[in-house]
C-alpha cells in the first residue's frame, strides 16, 4: 500500500538530512507575555483543588476521573487526527510559501536527491517540529495495542467456548470478532492515510505559483473534498447495501460492513496515489522549466517509494 510505505518514510525520518533538520528546529518565535495569561493558570488551580475536594468527599468520583479519559481518548483520537492533518496542510503550505518569499524554497529543491525527496524532507520537518505529531502516533498505537490485545482474548475465549460446547459458537460470535479485527485495522490506516494525504495536499497545492491565499484556499478545498470523499462514498454504499440485503443474515451483514469500511480505505489509497503522481510530475514540470531536463525523474520516483 502507498500509505504504508509513505507513513514510513514520515515515522523514519532521516535526522542527518540537512533539509529536515533545518526545518524541524525551526521554532515559532515567542510572543511577548500578556497580562491576562495567569487568568487560566488560576482557574486550572481551583479546577484541580475542587476535582480533588469532590474525590474527597465522595471517593465514588474517583472511578469516573479515571475511567472516562481512557474510554473518550480512543473515541476522540479519529477526530482528533482529522483536525492535526488539518493544522499540518496548513503548515505545509504556510512554510513552503515563506521559503518562496525568501527565495530559498528553490535552493532547497536543487537538491541532488531530487525535488520531490527534497519537498517530502521540507514537509517532514514541518511535521516533527509540531507538539501533537508524537502523542497523536503514540496514542494511536497504544489504543491499537490494546484493541489487538483485547481481540486475542476474545478469540482465545471464543476458541474455548468452541472447544468446550461447540453449539455455543455461532456465525455472529466470528462475524462480530471479524468485524472488530477489521473496525481496528480501519483504526490505525485513519491516522496513516489521513496524515499522508493531508501532508500530500499540502505539497501540492504549494506546488503552483499561485498567491499564499489563493494556495491556502485552493489547499483548504482540497483537504475538505479529499478527506470528505471517502467518508461519504463510504456511507452511501453502507445505506444502499443495508437496504438490498432484506435477510438478517450474519455473513450478508459481514460482507455489508467490512466492505463499506474497506471502501473507504481503498478511496483513500487510490487519491493517495493519484496526489503521489501528481505531485511528481509538478515538481518534475518545474525542474524541466529551469532547463534541467537530463535530470532523472524525480530520482525515479523517490526509488519507487
Not at 139 to 156: D, E, S
Not at 204 to 213: C, I, M
Request: net charge positive.
Amino acid at each position: 500500500m502507498m500509505s504504508l510505505r509513505l507513513w514510513r518514510r514520515l515515522s523514519a525520518a532521516d535526522i542527518n538530512d540537512p533539509i529536515f533538520r533545518r526545518v524541524s528546529e525551526i521554532r515559532r518565535a515567542a510572543t511577548a507575555p500578556r497580562a491576562g495569561i495567569r487568568v487560566p493558570r488560576l482557574l486550572t488551580v481551583a479546577a484541580i483543588t475542587a476535582l480533588i475536594a469532590a474525590v474527597a468527599h465522595t471517593p465514588e468520583l474517583l472511578v469516573l476521573v479515571l475511567v472516562i479519559p481512557i474510554v473518550l481518548a480512543p473515541l476522540l483520537l479519529p477526530l482528533i487526527v482529522i483536525l492535526a492533518s488539518t493544522r499540518l496542510m496548513v503548515d505545509v503550505i504556510s512554510g513552503i510559501y515563506r521559503e518562496k518569499h525568501q527565495h530559498t524554497y528553490e535552493l532547497i529543491c536543487a537538491s541532488a536527491r531530487g525535488a520531490l525527496q527534497a519537498s517530502w524532507s521540507f514537509a517532514n520537518g514541518i511535521l516533527y517540529r509540531s507538539d501533537w505529531f508524537s502523542p497523536l502516533r503514540w496514542g494511536t498505537l497504544l489504543t491499537c495495542r490494546f484493541g489487538v490485545a483485547a481481540l486475542g482474548g476474545l478469540c482465545m475465549f471464543t476458541l474455548l467456548t468452541a472447544l468446550l460446547s461447540p453449539q455455543a459458537v455461532g456465525i455472529d460470535q466470528l462475524r462480530l470478532l471479524a468485524l472488530l479485527a477489521l473496525l481496528l485495522a480501519v483504526y490505525f490506516s485513519n491516522m496513516t492515510q489521513t496524515l499522508v494525504l493531508s501532508l500530500l495536499i499540502g505539497l501540492y497545492a504549494s506546488s503552483f505559483d499561485w498567491s499564499r491565499n489563493d494556495g491556502m484556499t485552493i489547499g483548504i478545498f482540497l483537504h475538505l473534498a479529499l478527506t470528505s470523499l471517502p467518508l461519504a462514498a463510504g456511507a452511501l454504499v453502507f445505506a444502499l447495501l443495508r437496504r438490498a440485503v432484506f435477510e438478517p443474515d450474519p455473513l450478508a451483514q459481514l460482507l455489508v460492513e467490512g466492505g463499506s469500511l474497506l471502501l473507504v480505505v481503498a478511496l483513500r489509497e487510490a487519491l493517495i496515489a493519484l496526489l503521489w503522481q501528481g505531485l511528481a510530475r509538478r515538481l518534475e514540470w518545474g525542474r524541466d522549466r529551469a532547463g534541467r531536463r537530463g535530470a532523472a525523474p524525480s530520482t525515479a520516483l523517490w526509488e519507487a517509494v
